[in-house]
């Protein structure tokens, strides 16, 4: 084993940058609204691609169906930062996904109000 991966004091053992990483994104990934969050971001992304209805995962009654299942999972120690953490960007991610969507919507009422003018003129002018 390399000295940089682990160093040893006494009986303490102190993991290198690279484990310390590779800890944090394990304690993420099994965090409780890790799916929320990667869905949130998801939904994001899905702006403006279609117009059909989807299960809004950052919809407030996702967050607390997720929170309430995390009460319910074994506690993970000093997490309570990582909670509000992730609690906080779901929620700036849903914030985001408004913003983003507001002038879609504009667009897509505008569009549709246009549209409607324009096959109305054309019946007008048909014989």
Do not use: W
Not at 29 to 39: G, V
Not at 93 to 99: D, F, G
């Amino acid at each position: 084993m390399e000295a940089t991966q682990i160093a040893e004091k006494g009986t303490e053992t102190i993991a290198s940058p690279k484990q310390n990483e590779e800890l944090l994104k394990n304690i993420i990934a099994t965090h409780p609204l890790y799916q929320l969050l990667i869905q949130s971001h998801i939904n994001c992304f899905k702006v403006g691609l279609s117009e059909g209805e989807e299960f809004d995962a950052t919809s407030g009654e996702a967050l607390k169906k997720v929170v309430n299942s995390k009460s319910k999972a074994a506690p993970t120690p000093n997490t309570s930062e990582l909670d509000h953490f992730m609690e906080a960007y779901c929620m700036a991610l849903s914030k985001l996904k408004e913003a983003i969507e507001e002038p879609t919507k504009e667009t897509n009422a505008f569009i549709r109000a246009t549209y409607h003018e324009l096959k109305q003129l054309d019946e007008v002018n048909q014989p």
